[in-house]
């Protein structure tokens, strides 16, 4: 089985850096991602990763540390349009295993 | 850029009735799979398939639903007598070999 948590809700300032936590049990791991969610939309793919350390991509970057079982995901420069669902999901066998989600508001 | 498409974008159906959602893959991609979400909840995983059989379902994906590839390109779910809990977004998702799922814009499913 897996269990993925996630704060439920963050709210940060336009220009600010935020992270969001991600902790993960699973009895099966290849990969960590990170999916951003418009409401009504689907996920789109933000980061991946499968080692331990920091993977940088643009504005974004995502930490992994499979020991702890634990990752987060790294905005900076926030803007408006950042104001979405951040989904931490683990790859598990051949299947993508997703959190509930971290809905973030980015206030001016 | 290739792409999953997804038809319909919104469907609604009377409950008890049969509903079919369809699903176009990435030509080249091996693996394919359904993720359903309820409004307000998870992403939640459904099926997936592979080399023309279902390799893995979870336990939402009762006797209910089913899956088909019948042709070379379409992927498609069947509900065969949906229920008003139904009620979600339906997601299709494509990958290659390697560890990269493509989601499709997915399907609103409304049941009345």
């Known amino acids: 089985g897996q269990n993925i948590d996630q704060p439920t809700e963050m709210t940060a300032t336009e220009g600010a850096i935020v992270q969001i936590n991600c902790t993960y049990q699973t009895s099966g791991f290849n990969g960590l991602f990170w999916y951003q969610q418009h409401a009504g939309e689907a996920p789109t793919f933000l980061s991946y990763n499968v080692l331990d350390g920091l993977e940088e991509k643009g504005r974004f970057s995502s930490f992994l540390s499979r020991s702890k079982g634990y990752s987060y995901l790294l905005l900076k420069e926030l803007q408006m349009k950042d104001s979405a669902s951040y989904l931490c999901?683990?790859?598990?066998?051949?299947?993508?295993?997703f959190g509930a989600g971290t809905i973030l508001r980015v206030k001016s | 850029e290739p792409e999953v498409t997804q038809t319909p974008s919104h469907q609604v159906t009377q409950m008890g009735q049969e509903v079919i959602l369809r699903c176009v893959p990435i030509?080249?991609?091996?693996?394919f799979y359904w993720y359903r979400q309820i409004l307000g909840q998870k992403v939640e995983f459904l099926v997936s398939?592979?080399?023309?059989?279902?390799?893995?379902k979870s336990e939402i994906f009762d006797d209910q639903f089913s899956v088909e590839r019948p042709d070379g390109s379409n992927f498609t779910l069947k509900i065969r007598s949906t229920k008003l809990e139904d009620s979600a977004m339906y997601f299709c998702?494509?990958?290659?070999?390697?560890?990269?799922?493509?989601f499709g814009p997915g399907t609103r499913l409304t049941v009345l």
């Open positions: 999901a683990v790859s598990e066998g051949n299947k993508l295993v």
């Open positions: 398939f592979y080399n023309n059989e279902i390799s893995e």
């Open positions: 030509s080249n991609h091996l693996y």
């Open positions: 998702a494509s990958r290659p070999t390697v560890f990269e799922w493509f």
